[in-house]
Nanobody, 120 residues
């Protein structure tokens, strides 16, 4: 069974930084596209960033230049480094996994989420 466990959320002031981490239970994690999503109260879940097995990355326009997604295949983890956080980044952040090595948009597994709160 695939399990994704997020950590690293918290409360910061505007302009601050946080690093989220997602630990995947399956040893075959390195074979799949991984991503980060977020959902703010009253809003739809949106994709923040994705990374495929070749370490190619994609980002939402709202976070480009501020967030960086990376993966450490030897540790079965994927991280989201967030800089210059803004109040509008406040949301529950979720780690997700596809069933393919390339990011096709078909997300099959989700973590429970970690809360990020940015105050002005």
């Amino acid at each position: 069974q695939v399990q994704l466990v997020e950590s690293g959320g918290g409360s910061v002031q505007s302009g601050g930084s946080l690093r989220l981490s997602c630990a995947a239970s399956a040893s075959t994690y390195r074979l799949y596209c991984m991503g980060w999503f977020r959902q703010a109260p009253g809003k739809e879940r949106e994709k923040v960033a994705g990374i495929d097995t070749s370490h190619r990355t994609t980002y939402a326009d709202s976070v480009k230049g501020r967030f960086t997604i990376s993966r450490e295949d030897a540790k079965n983890t994927v991280a989201l480094q967030m800089y210059n956080l803004k109040p509008e980044d406040t949301a529950m952040y979720y780690c997700a996994r596809e069933n393919t090595g390339y990011c096709s948009g078909s997300w099959s597994y989700w973590g429970q989420g970690t809360q990020v709160t940015v105050s002005s």
